[in-house]
T-cell receptor, first 114, second 112 residues
């Protein structure tokens, strides 16, 4: 399966600031996604990162708060903007492995906002 | 949109016994049903999946069954071991882009 590297692995941030999370894949993938996992909760899809075009956001998530870039088929970033304590979560990138049509996750970024 | 319900939320099983986790989905167009295992502090790991053209799939001690008519699918773990202790998530997708909707998770504890 694809090797997915995500960084930072964790960070503690002050409210009002922004954090950019990076996701790097060792092979070209067509589909990349960003998920949020709030403490003790399930995974919620934030958006689909589209290569060369604007991301597709799910209900409840907006581009101004979670801008996403995907400049090529192996890399994407998610920015959490103007953070508040409610943004404290694990953020996970995921990719659809074209070889087997299965979804795999990066190691996640644990974000704490003070 | 799709809604996935998962039961039970917690499950304790004696080592060596079987564990069953059940999920129901709402969108009849869903055709892909993976299960993920998440250990504490780790990423979700795909353990087994099934597509709607198959009723059952087995991989060693793990099996998944699918009832399309009733719109539910289940994870079966036999001969449970302490390392099976984790949170398990079911998910469903209508296919085409594998955009998954996850269930709420089941915390499985294997009692030695």
């Amino acid at each position: 399966s694809a090797v997915i590297s995500q960084k930072p692995s964790r960070d503690i941030c002050q409210r009002g600031t922004s954090l950019t999370i990076q996701c790097q894949v060792d092979s070209q993938v067509t589909m990349m996604f960003w998920y949020r996992q709030q403490p003790g909760q399930s995974l919620t899809l934030i958006a689909t990162a589209n290569q060369g075009s604007e991301a597709t956001y799910e209900s409840g998530f907006v581009i101004d708060k979670f801008p996403i870039s995907r400049p090529n088929l192996t890399f994407s970033t998610l920015t959490v903007s103007n953070m508040s304590p409610e943004d404290s979560s694990i953020y996970l990138c995921s990719v659809l492995d074209s070889a087997n049509e299965k979804l795999f996750f990066g190691s996640g970024t644990q974000l704490s906002v003070l | 949109g799709e809604n996935v319900e998962q039961h039970p939320s917690t499950l304790s099983v004696q080592e060596g016994d079987s564990a069953v986790i059940k999920c129901t989905y709402s969108d009849s167009a869903s055709n892909y049903f993976p299960w993920y295992k998440q250990e504490l502090g780790k990423r979700p790991q795909l353990i087994i999946d099934i597509r709607s053209n198959v009723g059952e799939k087995k991989d060693q001690r793990i099996a998944v069954t699918l009832n399309k008519t009733a719109k539910h699918f289940s994870l079966h773990i036999t001969e449970t071991q302490p390392e099976d202790s984790a949170v398990y998530f079911c998910a469903a997708s209508a296919g085409g882009n594998e955009k998954l909707t996850f269930g709420t998770g089941t915390r499985l504890t294997i009692i030695p």
